[in-house]
């Protein structure tokens, strides 16, 4: 009798737990934490395309807490605890240091990233597969390195211009991962290369000008702390027409001649697409893979018409 009982104890539970399910699906409202490492174009668009994508399938159901961290990896966790407090239905971390302090914060609550260049590196995954697993899933703003290194080929020959400068902040991982590798094949092809790390945007303007006297050209990857700091950098190499290759196309205008790049506002909307399949449980986080955005190359008109360089074919003018 007593076994009975509680198999039918045992069901109620299970079916209790299935129709729990089964209303978490089915809510008419949800809450939206939205963590952006800094304000700059970039990730301006990302969170603008994230937050249209899920108002344009879940029109008014969606309360978004859009906070920014104003450049301080520091806010990233307090900002985010908070979101963790008000038990948020999902987590968006616009860059490495959000989507990090969100995946400390939180293994239950959905996180989602997105302006993230490489997820094994900030997250410290190894023999990464294109899944995160567990609560954390998103998009990526990594474009072929091996595009972009045929893009600097283009632009600088070796023989012409065999000396690079990778200009980039130290604080950030995804930076260090991008430069390690497109040196990789930049070397192969002939370039000697130099780094250029600042700790902070107080230092940018003299490790710049180091690097001006130093090499033939300078490339910027996806750089959170270069792109909030685009005006200082150019100060310094546009007066002396030194040619700068960017990583994208938020740093590459008005300082850049050129960029290997994705729409971060298309990046976003996807990002967002994938926040309304979690929020209404048609797909589950932990088996979503990494997204990835088709880039495109570009070069800057003013800065190409100032410097006298005509770009190669291929290239679309960047857009103002």
């Known amino acids: 009798m007593m076994k009975k009982w509680l198999a039918i104890l045992i069901a109620e539970v299970l079916a209790i737990g299935v129709i729990g399910c089964n209303t978490e699906t089915k809510k008419d409202s949800y809450t939206v934490g939205i963590c952006q490492i800094a304000q700059h174009p970039a990730l301006d668009a990302a969170t603008q395309g994230f937050i249209d994508a899920i108002n344009a399938e879940l029109p008014g159901k969606v309360t978004f807490d859009n906070q920014n961290a104003s450049g301080e990896t520091a806010n990233c966790a307090t900002i985010v605890n908070g979101f963790v407090s008000k038990k948020v239905d999902l987590i968006m971390a616009n860059a490495t240091a959000p989507l990090q302090a969100a995946a400390s914060a ?35 703003d990594l474009a072929s390195l091996d595009d972009v290194a045929k893009m600097i080929q283009e632009w600088f020959p070796a023989d012409k211009y065999p000396k690079v400068g990778y200009l980039f902040c130290s604080a950030e991982p995804n930076s260090r991962y991008q430069i390690d590798e497109l040196d990789k094949r930049l070397k192969a092809a002939g370039y000697e290369s130099t780094e250029y790390a600042f700790a902070d945007s107080n230092d940018i303007a003299s490790v710049t000008e180091k ?70 449980g048609k797909k589950n986080i ?16 003013d800065v190409c018409k100032e410097f006298g360089i005509e770009p190669p074919e291929g290239y679309t003018a960047i857009e103002k």
């Open 211 to 280: 690097a001006t006297q130093e090499v033939d050209f300078i490339y910027i990857p996806t750089d959170n702390t270069a792109a909030s700091n685009t005006e200082t950098i150019a100060n310094v190499t546009i007066p002396k027409k030194f040619p700068v290759v960017a990583g994208e196309e938020g740093i590459c205008k008005g300082l850049g001649l050129c960029t290997l790049s994705i729409s971060y506002y298309d990046l976003g909307y996807a990002t967002g697409k994938m926040a309304v399949e979690v929020l209404t």
């Open 106 to 140: 939180t293994d239950t609550i959905p996180i989602l990233g997105t302006s993230v260049t490489a997820y094994n590196v900030a997250l410290d995954i190894d023999n990464f597969n294109g899944t995160v697993g567990g609560n954390i899933s998103g998009c990526s």
């Open 286 to 301: 932990s088996e979503m893979p990494i997204g990835y955005a088709d880039a495109a190359k570009k070069y800057e008109p």
